[in-house]
């Protein structure tokens, strides 16, 4: 999603208001502190869409709403904007005369970034995963605000709907 989104404003968007207003509203969210994602995602994930992040809506019975699923939707949250921020700059570097050679030789917009761009960015696309990957391992409060702290002995990871506790949380 991240990378897709890193395409679209890259590439297709325009410079209008409400495009400005959208990275504008990319960049101050890349630089929101962890745990007032924690404190969104209980808010969101757990509190308001409870019946799906519990697994109600599917037929579980036994939780709550503060489950694995609702952790890594926060999760995603948090890391999106830094994907996203990263994947544009590595695009944005990619030289324009590339572009235009396959504009040239008859490509549509799509096939450049598909077969042009995207190749030339590759190092830079895959950097801004592992970023946003290496700050989703990193993040442990999140985690914990979201998902409570399950006792070691409830905490048997079967689906997406069971109760977690973070490694750290356990080691302490």
């Not at 990275?23 to 404190?39: D, F, K, R």
């Not at 699923?69 to 994907?83: D, H």
């Amino acid at each position: 999603i991240g990378v897709g989104a890193a395409i679209y404003l890259q590439e297709y968007a325009n410079k209008s208001f409400i495009n400005r207003i959208i990275q504008t509203n990319i960049n101050n969210l890349a630089g929101v502190p962890s745990i007032v994602y924690g404190m969104l995602g209980l808010a969101i994930f757990v509190r308001a869409f409870e019946s799906f992040t519990s697994g109600s809506v599917f037929g579980v019975t036994d939780s709550n709403g503060r489950t694995i699923l609702s952790a890594g939707l926060t999760m995603g949250t948090l890391v999106l904007p830094l994907i996203i921020i990263n994947a544009q700059e590595a695009i944005k570097a990619v030289p324009d005369s590339l572009r235009q050679a396959a504009y040239g030789v008859g490509a549509t917009r799509w096939q450049t970034i598909w077969r042009v761009t995207l190749p030339a960015a590759r190092s830079g696309v895959l950097t801004a995963i592992m970023l946003g990957v290496g700050r989703a391992i990193g993040e442990t409060m999140t985690v914990m605000m979201v998902t409570g702290n399950a006792p070691v002995l409830a905490v048997q990871p079967g689906s997406l709907f069971s109760p977690v506790r973070t490694m750290t949380a356990t080691i302490a």
